[in-house]
């Protein structure tokens, strides 16, 4: 049984360890082809399906990002900017009220 148990703990950490990765490589992605231009916070406002990220990427690669592996951002947008996720409250900057 602890064998057993031992072996799903380990692909879980192997799985762990691959979704982290991914992450990173999605967020550096993201960092190069999309900070050039603008702000992080503008994608952060955003949620929007796999297929509209897709949408969104052809036409900034239109405009000019370099955009070096686009499965890996587009996954990337997907999972973190979801249409399925919630828009984030706005900042507040400090003295406005």
């Known amino acids: ?8 703990w380990a692909v879980a ?3 762990f360890a691959a979704d982290s990765q991914a992450n990173e490589a ?10 050039a231009c603008h702000s992080l916070r503008l994608i952060d406002s955003q949620r929007l399906s796999a297929a509209a990220w897709g949408k969104e990427m052809d036409k900034m690669v239109g405009w000019g990002a370099t955009v070096p592996d686009r499965q890996i ?3 990337y ?3 973190e900017y979801s249409d399925a ?6 900042a507040i900057s400090v003295g406005h009220r």
């Open 77 to 79: 947008l997907t999972s």
């Open 13 to 15: 950490a192997g799985c």
């Open 1 to 8: 049984m602890m064998l057993v148990a031992g072996g799903l």
């Open 85 to 90: 996720k919630p828009v984030p409250n706005p």
């Open 26 to 35: 999605g967020r550096k992605a993201e960092q190069t082809a999309c900070v």
């Open 73 to 75: 951002l587009l996954d």
